[in-house]
């Protein structure tokens, strides 16, 4: 029979992170003299527990096992064990553990302490944290080495080779890049889009709009300078949409050959939709920035 | 004939008029702010001190000398080469300003230099961007656009008076190239490209912002040739610009040699080369037969891209290329909050909400996408260019605050084309087209007229809105120095807390000459100014660890702070404490970036999760975790604070800022001492008692007793 330290081994090699019943637990992470220490994951990833968070955190786990056995750091001083609560359910019992995922560290010796059990409220399962937490706690480094993610490269050189073959298919009649009026529109776009702020909800993330909880109501502004939602800032992009639209049908009334009537419509709807959506935005911004003075045709 | 012939001349006259008037438009506008507070005209925020420290060492001791400068009373004990690491463009504008004035014999302080460089510039800003977008679409635009970045707020934050920094003079840089680059590339004179080049040296000594001329005068060449709008006039453009002002900005210190090695350059290299390739093949093309040509073609232009694509592997590689700016720039800028704490706390580092697109342009922002518009229908070469500006700009702008000012040029350009377009048509008499004079023409004529007033009116009344907006963002949010703080009473008069200045005035009178003050790094220019006293760190932040050392021994208690600030040879200490008048911005709201900051250098000692309670809360009453309470910065801001009572309604050491009543009431030093305390307790000065005197103390003691 091997020893406990050679019957770890053993199982690291073959898995990352060491799967373990209520038995094995017994004899290889509470039985002392132990000459290593163990990191284990309490957890419950049967579907009926229904645990997604156990889901999520056991992906981070595996990432942070799977980059300390492919390290170069490798020692036989630390190992990664699981503990599923349908496997080894005495174990919960025993360590009056019941909340699942957990984490605690079994010190090689003496008795864990209360530093030893992860803070996931506090810290989150990132497994840059939990490599962060071990090396408090053993002062073993894990470097986390994420897996590269080839799925963004692979979906840019296939929309490259769409895009190549479509253009070499229609390549007798390329009149369509010649289109200004498609270059234009783009680049109208891409400035639109810009300007109602939609690189800090990429950023920062914010929820589509807000509902008070007591009044049921739903507010689409927020109501700070600091902050948006990203509701508001669809309007926003409507708006100043609406206001350059106005700008080029004026331009468009006064220089182009229609007849009479149909100019006079455009030059009134052009000059409208400046007015109208320009007052509109100078109220929304009013409703933000408190304290601003001005307003123009509506409050 | 002769109605054209009058308002041509009669335009004339407007240019010039209207060339004084906005000039002077603007700077009356920037002389309110400088009339709204005190004549003691103070240099408002904490990286123009430095600056205008370095422009009065450069005046005091001359030109060489200011290149070769070492600080030493700067990050201290490690010192800085101020001539190595800062961009010499604006000292050296107002050191030789000083020295024209000085030799035609008006003596004029280098302090009123500094302070009125800024709206001086801005004017010459204003001509540029006519003669710009005089080059782009007509001399209408360009005097609207002049018009606008005369007093549009994104510009205006940068260049106050009193704003004595390099924004100030480097968007005129920067305007002033790129009408010149436009010039060159509509003319193809080498004369015009020199000037181009001269005035990029001029940008690349003012501004770390040079590198987007150095990257949009490219773009706008590969796009060119892209569009097949190649020319003669764009080689010799291009190739005149590259080489020298290649050269011309490696001149400059700071830069050195990193325009042929860093990632950033290689934009321009690389499409030198292309150009080069193309210029040639389009020489052979005239000389050879069209067969032999496609295949040469063909050949060369795989060979080509094979080789380019190549060497970027090859560089790359062998880590010559480094990637610097950029990294921070693509998305995710997340990069930057998790491994750099320091250029994540920044504030102006954050993304952008629609509110301060709004907030510093007003309509302009509504109105450029149509002159964007107007610009792509009619488009030619330089047209291009502004288009290629206006979309990078606007994408950098979202990304980061700070880069809004690199926006606003572009669009008062824009929206100046804008207007003026719908102007042309709407305003005075209509000499075009339009349909034969029909019988009941003069009806027609008057409704026509009268719709044309119509629309005239309301585009003037929203520039007139623009121009209220615009001069009270001025008043209220660009003008106020932040040294001295303003509070407004109940019954409306202002009450001004001048601590900080009182706070450096104290210790450049009462403390030695050469002692040692240790604060967090956004002081550090302040103190080495205002008090003239040798700091620990400063705004420039280029040493991480030093930094974090300072912070290090704020979050640690009082006997390992005393530790560090004996190796570091720390006289005083000085902290902002803002909880009796509520004052957001003080060291206990920073505390937790100096935390971080720590704790990425020294990760054993210091761990940001002491300092939160168990439910993860950042608390400074009882509740609060006691590694905090015990901490040197909560000591420090909250001695004898627990004796005070600010209020009736609320209990003694009742913290405003934090809406708390603080935890550890009964504070004492075992090595510091207080020294000073500002009148609202804003600024606390403590000193370090050094291990001498406390051993003489308790000599002293033993020898009593």
Redesign the interface.
Known sequence: MLLPLGQMMDWASKRSVIRMNGEKFRRFVKAPPRNYSVVVMFTALQPQRQCGVCKQADEEYQILANSWRYSSAFTNKIFFASVDFDEGSDIFHMLNMNSAPTFMHFPSKGKPKRADTYELQVRGFAAEQISRWIADRTDINVRVIRPPNYAGPLMLGFLLAVVGSLVYLRRNNLEFLYNKNAWAFAALCFVLIMTSGQMWNHIRGPPYAHKNPNTGQVSYIHGSSQAQFVAETHIVLLFNSAVTFGMVLLHEAATSDMDIGKRKIMCIAGIGLVVLFFSWLLSIFRAKYHGYPYSFLMN | MDGLTDSGHGHFNTKHKWRTEFSGCNYVVKNDTVANHMRVVSLSSFLLRFNYRSTHHLTSNGFYEFLNWFDERAWYPLGRIVGGTVYPGLMVTAGLIHYVLNLLHMTVHIRDVCVFLAPIFSGLTAISTFLLTRELWNQGAGLLAACFIAIVPGYISRSVAGSFDNEGIAIFALQFTYYLWVKSVKTGSVFWTIGCCLSYFYMVSAWGGYVFIINLIPLHVFVLLLMQRYSRRVYIAYSTFYIVGLVLSMQIPFVGFQPIRTSEHMAAAGVFALLQAYAFLQYLKDRLTKQEFQTLFFLGVSLAAGVVFLTVIYLTYTGKFSLSLMRYLC????YAKIHIPIIASVSEHQ?????S???DLH?L??????G???C??N?NDERVFV?LY??SA??F???MVRLMLTLTPVVCMLSAI?FS??FE??LGD?QK?D?PPTEDSSD?DDKRNS?NL??TM??L??LM?FA??CT?VTSNAYSSPSVVLASYNHDGSRNILDDFREAYYWLRQNTDEHARVMSWWDYGYQIAGMANRTTLVDNNTWNNSHIALVGKAMSSNESAAYQIMQSLDVDYVLIIFGGVIGYSGDDINKFLWMVRIAEGEH??DI?E?DY?TPQ?EFRVDKAGSPTLLNCLMYKMSYYRFGEMQLDFRTPPGFDRTRNAEIGNKDIKFKHLEEAFTSEHWLVRIYKVKNEGSSRTSSFLRKARS
């Open positions: 998305p995710p800028p997340r993304p952008t909400t629609w509110v697109f709004f907030f309509i922002v509504c109105t450029f996408p149509a964007l518009w107007f792509i229908k488009i288009a206006a979309i606007v994408y702008a979202g990304v804008a377009s719908v048509h709407y209509d087209k349909s027609e719709g119509i629309v309301l585009m009344m929203l809105m209220v907006h009270w990760p054993k761990r999760s939160f993860g």
